[in-house]
């Protein structure tokens, strides 16, 4: 009788051939010039880091946005203090 774990390491080594069959048919169909194949790569990614640098870009904003929502309440927080007591 097998345990959880090697059975969970055969769906694991399962999944991984079957993403690399995936990947080689992909592979395949883009070296012999699929169109479907071509326009599914220019669609899932532009070549010239565009998404990636919209991601980052989107990514700075949030943390920009967060740290000034912290500062103002902090700042109007302790203006609260001050003229409370």
Do not use: C, H
């Not at 959880?4 to 169909?29: T, V």
């Not at 883009?30 to 790569?41: C, H, N, Q, T, V």
């Not at 989107?58 to 103002?72: E, F, K, P, R």
């Amino acid at each position: 009788m097998r345990g959880w774990l090697s059975r969970r390491r055969d769906r694991a080594a399962a999944r991984d051939a079957a993403m690399q069959a995936l990947a080689e048919e992909y592979d395949a169909k883009l070296r012999a010039g699929d169109p479907d194949a071509l326009e599914a790569s220019r669609n899932y990614y532009d070549g010239d880091g565009g998404s990636t640098r919209f991601e980052a870009g989107l990514a700075a904003y949030l943390v920009v946005l967060t740290v000034s929502v912290v500062l103002l309440v902090g700042v109007f927080s302790l203006i609260e203090r001050l003229t409370s007591g």
